[in-house]
């Protein structure tokens, strides 16, 4: 009998334990603008912990954002059907800031804002 609590407890613990992987870890706001500073999209998604800011916006069905991949990640051409023009690309700020980072390598934060601005190149000089 003692055996058999003992067992029934630990089976308890272990099942407590267990965490399913697709329970949120957050929300993140996400707001794509075209270079006159219209909004195109305005959204909030769940994600969770093994989610990415790339996967969101390319998998979300008003963002649909479109690029080329290479060794840095994915370089986005399009968003919301709107396709960056020769010499723009989209400029991408988290809370305001600019991460000096790609699409593929920012991490997610819970309710944090990423904004997507359509910009032009500006020549070096």
Known sequence: MKKFLLFVVFLGLFLCA???ENDPAGTVRIVVRD????V?????????????????VVDHEEILA?????????????????EAPENHFWKIYVDGEDP???VSMIPLKDKSTVEFVLTPFEPFE
């Open 100 to 102: 000096m980072l790609g």
């Open 66 to 82: 479109k690029g080329g991949r290479s060794q840095y990640g994915l370089f986005i051409e399009e968003m919301c059907g709107v």
């Open 18 to 20: 267990c965490k399913p």
């Open 35 to 38: 270079e006159a500073g219209t």
């Open 40 to 56: 195109l999209c305005d959204v909030e998604i769940e994600f969770t912990k093994k989610d990415s800011l790339e996967a969101l």
